[in-house]
Every structure is written in C-alpha cells, then in structure tokens.
C-alpha cells in the first residue's frame, strides 16, 4: 500500500483494528449459533457481546505480542479476548478452525472492498455520462493507428468507455458475489465439531452466502476471479487514461487535465502542463494487472489447504483494492474537470485537406459503376498528394480536377461527399443503445 | 500451437479455412441486408450465395499471395471472391471496414471454441460426479499444509472439484455472452456508410448481439475479460491435477493415473510409474494462465484503435483455446480412469497412532471444564510424544495413561472420541449442496 | 508458433527433424566416450557414425507411430535408430536418461537462437548507428509527458536506442552463456551408471559448458533467466516501435514507416498510411513479455525433477525466439528505411512560439539575481499565455514586454536564450559515450 | 510492504527520510561540482553542506504540506531547503531536472538494496554449504515425478540449491552494476543547461556509473532487467522451499522446519507441525514474480519520458526488494535450523522392496547380451509386481526367480546390483564441481 495512492474509506477496511472486528463478530455470531444448538452455555455468547457492546478499544499491541509467541495469529486473538472478556470465552472457536475465521473474514474484506469500487464505479458513470452528453454533437476526428480516419464526436468517445465501465461494474458485481461467501465448517472442512447450521447462522448475520464444500478453507478460484476482474478494469483505466493523454499532447491538444492554479509542471521547465494524472493512471493499471498472476497461483493449494495464498493475500488484498479505488477516484476527477477544446477538435479535423472524406468518395465511385479497385485506385492517388503536401492541397480541388474522377461523378457530387454531418447521423442511435431511451 | 496439446474440432475453428468461410458468411450476410435497404442490387447477394452453394474449396495460397501484394487480408481475401463470383462481388463490404469483418469473425470464433470448452466442462463434471460418488464414504486423510489433519472422504475431494468447475463452467458462459458481439460499424465506428440494420441482420443470422458502440473494432476489454476466465479455469486444473500427483507419490501412493500396457515409465529406470499427465496438465495450466496478461495489456489501444491486439490474438485465439480443451479433455480423462486404492488410504489414515483425533479429545477436554489453554497443552504433549515416534506410539495409549486427562475424561469417553464415522456424518449433506437432492 | 512472424532459420532450429539430429548427435559423442571408457565395443559407436554418414533422412512419422505405443518420446527414437542400425544400437544411451537427451538438446537449441538473436541485435545495431549518425544533428522537438520541452536530435533518439540495444546485446551474450550446459549424468544426476568423463565429452563436442551439479534435469533457473532476458529486450523493442508510432501520428508525422507501392492502409479508407509494423511490434512484444511468468513458475519442479517444464517448453521454447527473431528483423526493416521528415521536425519545433526556451530565461534569470521562485513565477505567467493563444503568441516577445522581466535581463540577453544550438552543443559528447571515438 | 515480511535494514532504504538525504546529497554534490566549474558561487555549496553538517532532523511532514500545494515532489524538497539554509540555496538544482535527482536518486536505492541482497545470499549460500557438507554422505532416495527414482544424498540435494543461488548471486552483481548508474543531465538529457562534468562528479561520489545517454530519466531497460532477476532469485526460493514442504509430508517426514516451544500448528488439532515458513515463502515468491510483468511493461515510456513507472516503482521498488529480502533471511533461517532425519531416509530409501535399482539390473542383462528392449521388459515385470505387493515383495527375491533373468546373471550378479554406495560414488565429483576443491 503507498499512502499517496490510498483513499481512506477503502484503506480502513484493511486495517488490523477492521481485521479484528470482522473477528470477533465472527466468533460471536457462531458462539450464539453454539448457545442454540446447546453446545456451549446461551451465557457465553450473551458474556461477549456484553463485553462487545462497552465498544472497546482493539489492543493491536497486545494481540501482536501474545503472537510473537504463540506464532499463530487467530490463537493470539483469542487469547486477547479471554483475557477481557474472562472464563466464558473458552466457549468460543468450538469445534471451529482458524481458516472459518480468516476466509470468512477476508470475505467480508473483499465483499466491503467490492462495494465500494461499484460505488467508484457508478461516480464514474455519472460522470462519463454527464460529459459524454455535454459533447454529444462536438465534432472532432477519429483515429486509427494515431491517423486520422473519419469524424467522430467527443461525445461517442466518453460514450464507448461509458459502455465499457458499465460491463466492468456488471463484472464486478458477479466478481462480488463470487466471493461473498462463508465457511465455518472446522478442520479440513468435514463440519465434524461444528454443526452445519452454525455456519448457515454466520453468513446471514455477515450477509454472506454459504459456502457449498471449503476444505478448511474457501476455495481460491473465487478470489482469483475477483482479482481477474479488478485486472480488466485496471485495463479499461488505462485505455481511457491513454486516451488523454494522447488528446493533451503539444500537437493534438484537444482535451487537458485540469491545471489548478499554483501547479508547476516541471522543476525546470516553467512552461509545461502535463498529462500527469493520466499517466500516474497508466502505472497504477499496471500494478492492478500485475497482481492478477498471483492471485491465479494462489488456486493450486496443496490437499485440503496449504498456508502459501496467505501472503500472497496480505499484499494484494489491500494492494488491489486500494489501487483500483484510488485510481477509479482519480479517473472520476480527471473526466468531471477536463478540459475540452472543440475548437481546436475543429482544427485538427480540418487539418488534412479533406481526406478524411475519402471513403465515401471510394463508394460513390463504386456505386457509379467504377470498379473497386479503380475506384480505390482513384482515391488513393490523390489522397497520397494531399498527405504528401502536410495538408496544403486539398483532396476535394485535386479531385475534382481529376478526369478519371469526374469521368463517374459530377463536380456537385463530389462536394456533397464533403459533408460533416453525413458521418454524425447515427450518433443518436448509438447513444440510445449505451445510456437508453 | 502444439500439435501434441491439440485436438482436431478445436483446432479446426481456427484454420485459415474456417477463418475464410465465417468472413464470406458475413459479407454475404451483410451484402443480403444492404439489398434489402436497396443500397445494393438484390441480385448482387444472390451471386454471392449462388458461388457459396457450389461449395468451393477455399483457395488459401491464393489469397496468401494476393496478400502478399496489398499487404491487407481482408483486401485480398476480397479480390480472391470478386475473381470467383465476378462482376457483382463488387457490392461487397460496402461501407464496411475490414475490422467489421475480422472482429465479427473472432466473435464467432472465441463464441465456437467457449461452446466446446463448455461441453468440455460438462463432460469433466460429469466424470467427476460419477466417481465422488463412487467414492463418497471412501474414507481417507485430510491433509492441510501436506499434513495428517482429520479425516475425510475422497469423495469429498471430488465433490470439491466438481463445485469449483461449475463455478467455472458458470464463468465460461458469462465470458461466451461477454465476447459473443457482431460489430459493423464502418470505419471509426459510426455507421457513416453503411446503416445499423446492417449489423443487426448480420448479428441475428451469427447468433451474436449487438456491440452497443464499437469504434471501428470491438472494445478488447470483452476479450481480456474471457481470457482470464480462461486463466481462472486453467487454475482449477492445476489443482485437481497436483492433488493427483501429490496422491501418486511413492509415499502416498493414494490414487494413480492409469499406466497403459506397453507404456514405459522411464527409459532408465523399468520400474517407473510417474503421474505424467497431471504433471503435463500442471505445465499446460502455466501456459493458460501466462496468455491473461498479453490479453489485459491489449484493451488499451489508442484512439478508436490500433492494430497492436490483432498478432497478439493471432497466438492466443488458438494457444488458449486449443491448450485448455486439451487439458480439459486429458484431465476427464485422468478422472474417468484414475486407479483409487481405498486399501492404501486406510493405511495411511492410520498411520499416525491416532493423532487425527487430537482435536476431537481436545473439544470434549475443554467441554469437561478444562480451560482451554490446558486442554491444548495436555493434547500437544501426548500427540508430540506420538509423533516422534513415527506411528510406534498411539495417542489412545498415551491419553489413557495420562493423570491429567483421565482426571477429566474416563477411558470409554476417551475411546469413544477415536471413531471414524464421526468424521463423516455431514457428507449426506455437503453432498447435496454440491449435486443437489 | 504463428507462420506470419516466423522466420526460417530460427523456425529450422525447432522443427522436429532438427531436434532428432541433435539427439543423436548427443547419443553418438556419448557412445564414443563410453567406447573408449571400454563400456562398450569401439564398434557400436563406429555403427552409429556410419550410419550417420549416409545421411539418412530422419522418419518423423516412423518415430511418432512408435512413440504413439511407447508413451515415451526418446524410447521412441532409440528404437527407430536400432532398427536402423541394427544390433550395435544397443549399446547406446548406456546408463544415461531421457532427460541427458532433452536437455542438453534444448540447451543446443536455445544456444543456437541465442546466437540468432544476438546476430539480430548486430543488424540492429548497424541500423541504428547508421541512422543515428545520418541524423546526429537533425534538431527536433524532446518531448516530456508527449508536451514539447527542450530541442533534441533525431540521432539523439537513435543513439539512445542504441545503447539500450547494445545493453540487451550484453545481457543476451550473459543469458547465452547461461544456458548452454550440458548434462549426462543419468538418473538422478549421480552418475552412478555413467562416467562423469562422458559429459565432458559430449559437451566439448556440442560446445557447450558442463553442468556442476544436475539432477537428472538442468536447473530450470538457466531457462527463466534466458526467458526473462527475452522479455526484456521485448520491452526494448515496445520501446521503439511506440516511439515510431508517435512520431506517425498526423498531427506529427515527423517520420513514417516505409509504404511501399501496392500497399493499402485501410480497405475502405483510400487516404490512410498507418504505423502497422511499429504496432505489430507493439503486440509481439507482449506475447514475448508474456512468456516470461510461465518460464518463473518451471523453476520449482518437484525434487530432484518433475515433468512440468517440458510442455511450457514446448510453446515458449520455439515460440520466444521465433516471435523475438521476427520482431527483431521487422524492427531492423522499419529503422533502415524509415522516411525521416527534418523540415516538418523543424516546424514542430517552432510551433509553440518558443516555450522551448523557458527553462534558460528562468536560469538566466535566477542568475541575474532573482529569486528561484519569483524567476518561476514570472516566466511561467508569460508562458501560460503562450500555451493558450495556441502558438500565435511569441513568448520571446511576452518576456521582452514584462517589465519584471526586463528588470533583470536586457532584451539583448533574453533574445540569447532562444538559439537553437545551445542544445546542442553536447551531442558530440554523448555520440562518443554511444559509440566510442 | 506488509511489516510482517520485512526487515529493518531493507526497510530503511525506502522511508521518505532516506529518500530526502539522498535528494540533498546529489544536489549539494552537484553544487560543489557546478561551483567548481564556476557556474555558481563556491559559498553556495558551502552553505549547503555547512547546515548539512548540523545533521538537520528532515522534517517530513513540512515536505508533504509545501507538496500538497505544489504537486511537485522536488520542487517541495528544494523549497523546504531553502527555508532552511536561505539565500545561497537558490544556487541548487541550477540546469538540473526533477528526474536529475529522482532516478539518481532510485539507482542509489537500489544499488543499496542488490547490496543487502547479495549479502543475504552470501548468508544462505554459508548455511547451505555447512548443511550440505554435513550431509554429504546422508543417503536419501532421489524422487523423480513425486515417485521413488535412485538413491541421493540429502547433501547433493543442497549442494544442488548451492549452485543455483550461486548463479542467483552472479545474475545480481551483474543486475546491480547494471542499475547503478546516474544521470544529471537536464531536461530531455541534452546537458544545455548542465555541463557533463556535473554528472561526472556526482557519480563517482555517489559510487555510480554515468549513464551514458539518458532522455531526462534513466532508460527503464535497466530496471527492468533488475526486477527480472529478482524474479528468477524468487523461483529459486520457491523450488528449495518446495522441496521442504514435499520432505515434511507426514509419510515422507525426512526434513521438518524447526518447531519452537510454545509454537501451535493448529488452533483446533493440537498434534500438527506444519511447514508453515515454506509454504510462506511460496507465496512470497509469487509476489516476487508478481512484480517482474510491471517492470518490463515500464520499459516502453513515451518518447524522452513520461512518468507512468514512477507510480510502479512507488511500489516495486520497496515491495520486491523488501520482500525477497525477507525471503532469503526466512530460508536461511529454515535451513540453518532444518530438521534432518537420517533414520527416517534409510527408512524411505528401502521402502520400495529395492525397486530403485532396477536400471543397474536392466544395464547388466544388456551388457550380458540381452538385447535392451528385452532386458526392458524383463526388468519391468517383476518391478511391477514389487510395486504392487506395497512394498511387501523384494525385486531381489522376485529376479532372482524369474529364469530368464537367471539365464543371463548369476544370483551372485544379481546381489552385486542391489549395492547403495554403487550411487554415491560420485559425491565428491559433484561437490568439487560446486564448492571447488
């Protein structure tokens, strides 16, 4: 975790004192279960909620020492309660094994995480919606390979990635709810201490669902899909971050991250403004990316279990997690505030002597009577002219002096092939189709 | 591709004939729905189908070498058509763009290859439910940390791999949705030349849906999203397949692969019987599962697109889909085959001098009123004395013989804490959670 | 394996009569030291080379029928060469293993790409210090975050290109040597059934190192190392091909790939001239990136070996070096021919009314006295101003309108900070470093 | 960083207080050198290293509030400076750039941390050799695919863990000069501002190499290379700490981690003693590993820089290096205290009715004329049947027996074969290849 990329609302859940919560509640929800099933004394769970309910402080010190010698972390916790909580804590953990605590626990860890990250998810769809209505109908070019193609809207840009994080908000919610689940079911997962019913009690309470077979522990496909599916949207910042960047370079310079007043861009050089935000966004999608591969190690545990996932957990369950909410935040606060340049979108467009509108000239020629090779022929000879004159001749003089061309089409249509609003026609309907109505 | 990790109904959709065949249906699909909006002449879609109904063979080489001039597939692919069908191949592809071809085409492809890897799965699932329940009350240890735990069945075991591939196969039919769109769009994406009908014709007769916005290609976050469910299965795999090994060791010696009759274990050493599929099946997991991270880092391609993601496709189409229908095939079949020595599994349930009940005495200590730090420590030290004694010992023994414990527990509810059907009283039940009934 | 980015003489080091030679060639050198060790008749090796002699084609199909019943792929040869050679074949692979054959063949081939590789990278190489030196005072445009800064050259670009390079060139030679052991020390690795003396033989013969200490497999740490050496020459590449593809862009265009005649860059779009080698660089680099995890996870094979690296060695293995020996050769093509713009460098360079220059007037003017801050601060309020009038605005003539300014430098002294060849006056410097001399 | 995995000494490289010394030390390193060329005052560095020798207290906490304001990490520090030593500090940074000092800055962290790296594998390299001498001669059954193979000695086993870290080593001394490199070379590494010799003087006082062209930041390959080979080191953990997890198998119990007084294996079976620091180590590798894919995906910055690796190596540079370093001292620990079991060996080792020496058997019936697929088939039968009968049958009985083994061997033969120093002949070949001698 660096504190610097961290949100504290997602950080909290994986503090020790969180930890130790979630614990507790666990052991307690299971001790009333017990009391039920008449297994331990109805006054042994009434005995720690009473004590729950003084809301007392988590002595992280404490319980960090009493590890430091018993080498064993759930023991040490337990110990810690009975030292406060007195004789009736013996009654607790019956018949229960660490992992019931630690993989319910992380359970509710990541199932919290995951809300919150839809919750990022759905600022950013507002937002990307807001913009993406904004810019509607503001023309600017599309590219493929970096080259200019054919006109676009702004708007279709913030629309397909508006498309693209509402199927990563879908993913995530399947993600969510493949990996709240709960397992109380003892050692190597038989339920032969415990009761199944226990365990049943516990995942209402924490609002889990039951965990069909664990084996001592959750199976960890269910974490590896979780942390898959924060990989593709780590993906999907990072196209909509290159995006921007790209848009702020000194030549395009159709869109900006906000600059606020007193920023300096460079130590050095007073006159820059950079595309930090967006390029910070690009290496957090890599850390996001690179914790996908252990999380998909972490599936081949030994027999019933064996303890390497567990440190491999402490790193990413927080890592990811905090990453992708930092960086869904970040993200959030670079489409609401940024710049955009419709008039220098106007320009660019501009830029290439109309070759943008080469193919529905190809098309034309074709729909003539030319051949398509012919007619591509055609095109191309004199687009190849105007590419080569950085844009100083212009595709619709050349050909219109082009005999061949004006062989099949009229001087009048061709220039009607020059019309921007013939490429803006169906933006209606695709924005129907991505927000609806 | 490895041949030997191949098998033929998957390789077969990624053949260059296959590839050819899905791009004519599209075209000739989409010609079809451009006649009917009267863009192009009825009888030009006729022509098409007409040629296609003589069946003719693809003419590969040919199209290489057309390739091999335009430097552009689709172009050559289409000028080979046009030398075929004549003069009204020249409607075809109107105001298309070679990606509405090759990404539809993909569709269909990752849609065909998902369909065999579910049947693949079902197949598997299918195996592995008939032997856990041919093994459900097959007693054997649970190992944690590849240590004697407690008890459990092998059918257990099964019944585990049996729930984690069908939350896999669930998976599989969210990524087949997630990667099953039909985009013709034209260039950049905004159906400027050629009218949305076009796609949804297109899309109805391939049994895809719509891509809501596409910008001139599918949005890669679909394919990086499958084939990371791809990697979460390959997971799975090496699971099952290092228990195998784990339970084929000389030690162990469990279960095993079955060894045909005239097969050799090891050209130097004739009395070999190694667990050479499972480990095959590990190392094809790593292949899987290496293949997610070229798909992540292929969403963020610039602007409308780039043509980076296509080589990196043109490896992972077939290598993931082939590799994991090969394992997937090879793993149904170690299951359907595998060798279980129930008599072994006893043997070695025993092994320990009891010591699999350590937590059994424990819980009916502390249930007996002895605190449950003591009850821990007067267990351990029995059970430390068993296993230094590499099975001579019996923790029964040494239990009986014990002032403390006996002072706690009489002999008969000492004994009556070392039965093995306790261990197995909720099989019924996980049972039915996982086949259901 | 993708016949596209192939190229055939790396491709003929993995095809499979290539490694059948190798394979004999190891069982022939070992017969002749067991021969002269007097372990076998000085005949049967005489057999074996006679045979050889004849140049006998080497029956894929033959030995693959056999394979089919053995299981068993180096049993499978030695009885196809028995049945050629006839009684004294049995006297080959005396107390060597299977993996004596696998691995010091691997060992051969993955030496013989490195020395493709690294022949690659000298074709490299001359292409980039060639073009560096062709353009080592072109000025062009440095750009941070892709925002103009500070004046470079065009060879400035190449030259860093080319230590990058000529680093991976080093580290290649390093993994080369890494890699290139041989091992014949039977099962196990004790050589309990073959002399030690054997090894050194057939490794003098194969050119390769002796293996210190194997254990019946060569440490697969040598293979990860070699992987990951790969993977970073891949990132290498990335680097360029992205570098190239920027420089493309329209809005750029300060240098383009070659278009040769014929050529089409779009199928619908007649005018397009795209970056598709660079991008195409750009996905391969990620397959051969993409290698490197699963090359990590062969390391930990079970004991003294497990099976598990074989198959992952069988993709990555031909897949890595045929991938990276193509990548190599195309990103040589695209550099050797590449169209370099000087004039449109020129007018980039000019266009943001002379921004560029921020950094020495704010130097100059800390130096005249002002404060670091207060010097920041005026020059950056002048340069905002420049930034938004879209280049129409001159910031030489801001600043020697700004009586803050002017307070501390004379018009003459700031109109000396805007020369072009103060940035230039150490590119002999770092040429030398680059290059010697 | 996860505190539980880590050291102080390694930790201490990265606290902001470290950073911030470093900071200073390369510009008043670089002011000394600027004065001297007569760039800046000689009293300016002066005073820089006159408040420095007070041993000011960094005030943190102040950096991060002037940061929040600037949103400039370098510009903070400078100013923080200022406040502290005053007018002359303006003098500092002069020509120089933010990435002057940051990846200075980083190649001194790293450098620092490859030491503390090798000085760690030094430590288990010792711990190794000590073991592996002890148990030179310690027969232990070699395994190949999980099943019984030749005999070994537990010695080999370490001397093969030996060599391989002992190239881990020589990969890091090459990793480490390979990052140690420094830059002060200005915006977009022109040195327009900043005269080479700078560079030169802070790089021998700092004991770095001049990087010989940088583009403002030092170029990512080195980097890369860097965390690639920490990777490798990483799988080599894991391969050695699998190996102790497979050899404290309950039925194989030949080695077992240290298990210290007071420690618990279970919270519910109080008999366990798990291998709990190997199976630690496992996951800590996958980290390792985990974090090579963002390295090399660093690589590919935007022409002279953006700044997306910095994000990354925010957390890569303290996690990776943190991390192994941990690893390396838990596994020395581990084996410096590793539990051997000898009796428990020899035991293991006659377990299988003396299956493993089949292949002298079947290399003496070839070399007494039985051609070798015969002797294969002889051999194996009766190997078959031993492993079938569990360990109950001896091959020895069984071929002595089977007449046509008789035909060709004399009982006496027979017996000769069954020999166990016949495999260790060759220890003090092997060991005198690895530890010289």
């Not at 099933?37 to 309910?53: D, M, T």
């Not at 007392?56 to 916790?77: G, M, N, S, Y």
């Not at 590419?387 to 249509?413: F, I």
């Amino acid at each position: 975790m660096v504190p610097r990329y961290s949100r504290p609302e997602m950080t909290a859940i994986w503090t020790p004192e969180a930890r130790f919560r979630i614990w507790f509640e666990i052991e307690a929800h299971a001790t009333d279960a017990l009391a039920d099933l008449g297994v331990v004394p109805k006054g042994a769970a009434a005995s720690l909620w009473k004590w729950w309910n003084t809301n007392p402080t988590i002595d992280v010190a404490a319980i960090d020492a009493i590890e430091a010698v018993t080498k064993h972390d759930v023991i040490a916790f337990l110990t810690w309660v009975a030292e406060n909580v007195g004789d009736d804590a013996r009654f607790m953990h019956q018949g229960m094994t660490s992992s019931d605590v630690l993989d319910t626990c992380l359970a509710v860890q990541l199932r919290d995480a995951a809300d919150i990250l839809i919750a990022d998810l759905d600022a950013l769809l507002a937002v990307l919606k807001r913009r993406a209505e904004e810019h509607k109908l503001t023309p600017t070019i599309g590219r493929s390979h970096g080259i200019h193609a054919e006109p676009v809207t702004f708007g279709l840009k913030l629309a397909q990635a508006y498309a693209e994080f509402d199927r990563n908000r879908a993913r995530l919610v399947a993600a969510r709810a493949d990996i709240a689940t709960c397992a109380i079911s003892g050692a190597v997962g038989t339920f032969a201490n415990i009761d199944p019913r226990v365990e049943a009690h516990v995942a209402e309470k924490l609002g889990l669902t039951v965990e069909p077979v664990s084996t001592q522990v959750i199976p960890r496909d269910r974490h590896a899909m979780f942390f898959a599916t924060l990989g593709v949207i780590a993906g999907s910042i990072e196209r909509l971050a290159t995006e921007i960047r790209h848009l702020q370079r000194t030549e395009v310079l159709e869109a900006e991250e906000y600059f606020s007043p007193g920023q300096k861009g460079s130590s050095a050089m007073p006159h820059k403004r950079n595309p930090v935000l967006t390029e910070n966004l690009t290496g957090l999608a890599r850390m996001v990316r690179g914790y996908v591969t252990p999380a998909l190690e972490n599936v081949a545990l030994w027999h019933e279990r064996d303890i390497s996932h567990s440190s491999v957990e402490r790193y990413i369950g927080p890592d990811a997690t905090i990453t992708l909410d930092f960086a869904l935040g970040r993200l959030t606060g670079v489409i609401d505030k940024l710049l955009i340049y419709p008039k220098r979108m106007a320009k660019n467009l501009n830029k290439m002597g109309g070759l943008v509108n080469s193919q529905r000239v190809l098309l034309a020629l074709t729909q003539a009577g030319v051949s398509r090779e012919d007619s591509y022929r055609l095109v191309q000879r004199n687009a190849m002219k105007v590419w080569e004159s950085d844009g100083q001749l212009s595709l619709l003089d050349l050909l219109k002096a082009d005999p061949e061309v004006t062989a099949a089409l009229s001087p009048a249509e061709i220039e009607e092939k020059f019309d921007l609003d013939y490429h803006l026609k169906h933006v209606d309907t695709i924005f129907a189709r991505v927000f609806g109505g």
